[in-house]
């Protein structure tokens, strides 16, 4: 349990294991079962090439000198701890050897088919190392405050935008978004995004972009107030459902925002007469088909220039940035240090 003056980021990693879940490669029960039964066989004819090779030291009830089935039933009844007593050591290097590698042998023999319990404790384990190891790498990441339809798609545009599922961290409060988010090889926090502590625990002083994309109009603008006090110089996208809350969100902090319900009501309204250019739009807006938006800097054979007269397809070019249109006459010249914002097909290399 948590101290009251205890923080979230300052807690044991084993603490953490509750709240904090790295996605990890799911392995069959059938895998499961034959990596053991594997381990098993491999333990049980260590054993036996053991006693084999010292069968001298070996006698059974009729002081007989062991044959490989000997040394095999030895063996067997050895590691599982049924132990007959027909045949024993009787030299004191084999019982040596019994001592220091048999009993050891059987001990890991029983562990692999006990392994239920063991593997819950080296599960917890392995969760408390990999949470360590995320921990000291977080740096210049993305989080992702919410995981309902907006955060899901943001999600799934920026993997098919060739971001990497384990650079985005995901925060909410819902066990079955996270569930979602973790399926989708997500790392998910659990905790309100409103609390300062969570958003540390995700390490949002480090995050390199920030999109809150929560449900309500009001939390959006606790979560972005919040996330700007402590990041100040990362990037926060925020989502909004009304336009008039909008400029709650710039005051915020938000370097950008998105007006959900105005935004689908235009292309709801565009649909009517032209229902190509949503289509058009969608497809812009897919990344893993048919054409994108993408950004790129300006070459040094593009400087002074025209962005309308290059190969490309420019929307807009990025100065200082500030997005400026391309007709605007200030970028009739292109500067070394511009970015184009211009559209290319989906499967061209970026």
Same mark, same amino acid.
């Given at each position: 349990?948590r101290r009251?003056d205890?923080?979230?980021?300052?807690?044991?990693v084993h603490?953490?294991t509750?709240?904090v879940?790295?996605?990890?490669e799911?392995?069959s029960p059938?895998?499961?079962?034959?990596?053991?039964v594997?381990y098993?066989?491999a333990?049980?004819?260590?054993?036996?090439?053991?006693?084999?090779?010292?069968?001298?030291?070996?006698?059974?009830?009729?002081d007989n000198?062991l044959s490989?089935l %000997?040394?095999l039933?030895?063996a067997?009844?050895?590691?599982?701890?049924?132990?007959y007593?027909?045949?024993?050591?009787?030299?004191?290097?084999a019982?040596?050897?019994n001592?220091?590698?048999?009993?050891?042998?059987?001990?890991?023999?029983l562990?692999?088919?006990?392994g239920t319990?063991v593997?819950?404790?080296?599960?917890q384990s392995?969760?408390v190392?990999?949470?360590?190891r995320?921990r000291?790498r977080l740096?210049n990441?993305i989080?992702?405050?919410?995981y309902?339809?907006?955060?899901?798609?943001?999600?799934?545009a920026m993997v098919?935008?060739?971001?990497a599922?384990?650079d985005?961290?995901v925060?909410?409060?819902?066990?079955?978004?996270?569930e *979602?988010?973790?399926?989708?090889?997500?790392?998910?926090i659990?905790g309100s995004?409103?609390?300062?502590?969570?958003l540390r625990?995700a390490?949002?002083?480090?995050a390199?972009?920030?999109?809150v994309?929560?449900n309500?109009d009001?939390t959006a603008?606790?979560v972005t107030?919040?996330a700007?006090?402590?990041?100040p110089?990362?990037?926060?996208?925020?989502?909004?459902r009304e336009?008039?809350n909008?400029h709650?969100?710039?005051?915020?902090?938000?370097?950008s925002?998105?007006?959900t319900?105005e935004?689908a009501?235009?292309?709801?309204g565009i649909a009517?007469?032209?229902p190509?250019?949503?289509?058009?739009?969608? %497809?812009?807006?897919?990344?893993d088909?048919?054409f994108?938006?993408?950004e790129?800097?300006v070459?040094?054979?593009e400087?002074?220039g025209s962005?309308r007269?290059g190969?490309?397809i420019?929307l807009?070019v990025? *100065? %200082?940035?500030?997005?400026?249109r391309v %007709?605007?006459?200030?970028v009739?010249?292109?500067?070394l240090g511009?970015?184009?914002l211009?559209i *290319?097909?989906?499967?061209e290399?970026?």
């Amino acid at each position: 349990m948590r101290r009251f003056d205890q923080s979230l980021a300052d807690m044991p990693v084993h603490a953490l294991t509750d709240r904090v879940q790295i996605p990890t490669e799911t392995v069959s029960p059938a895998r499961r079962i034959t990596v053991r039964v594997i381990y098993a066989t491999a333990a049980l004819f260590a054993a036996v090439l053991i006693v084999y090779l010292d069968r001298d030291g070996y006698r059974d009830v009729q002081d007989n000198q062991l044959s490989f089935l %000997d040394c095999l039933y030895y063996a067997t009844v050895s590691l599982s701890t049924t132990g007959y007593g027909d045949i024993t050591p009787v030299t004191p290097e084999a019982r040596l050897i019994n001592v220091l590698i048999i009993t050891p042998l059987r001990v890991a023999f029983l562990i692999v088919l006990i392994g239920t319990t063991v593997e819950t404790l080296t599960t917890q384990s392995r969760q408390v190392y990999q949470i360590q190891r995320w921990r000291r790498r977080l740096r210049n990441h993305i989080i992702i405050v919410g995981y309902g339809t907006k955060g899901r798609t943001a999600a799934a545009a920026m993997v098919g935008d060739e971001i990497a599922p384990g650079d985005i961290v995901v925060v909410d409060e819902d066990a079955a978004a996270l569930e *979602r988010a973790k399926s989708a090889g997500l790392v998910t926090i659990r905790g309100s995004a409103t609390d300062s502590e969570v958003l540390r625990l995700a390490g949002a002083q480090h995050a390199k972009t920030i999109i809150v994309a929560a449900n309500r109009d009001d939390t959006a603008v606790l979560v972005t107030l919040t996330a700007r006090e402590l990041a100040p110089k990362a990037k926060i996208i925020a989502a909004v459902r009304e336009t008039d809350n909008e400029h709650l969100l710039k005051q915020s902090g938000a370097d950008s925002t998105v007006v959900t319900s105005e935004t689908a009501g235009r292309l709801l309204g565009i649909a009517v007469q032209t229902p190509s250019v949503v289509e058009m739009m969608e %497809d812009l807006l897919t990344p893993d088909r048919g054409f994108a938006i993408a950004e790129r800097e300006v070459s040094p054979k593009e400087v002074g220039g025209s962005p309308r007269h290059g190969t490309d397809i420019v929307l807009g070019v990025v *100065r %200082d940035n500030k997005l400026i249109r391309v %007709d605007d006459p200030k970028v009739d010249a292109l500067e070394l240090g511009d970015r184009l914002l211009y559209i *290319r097909p989906a499967d061209e290399d970026r």
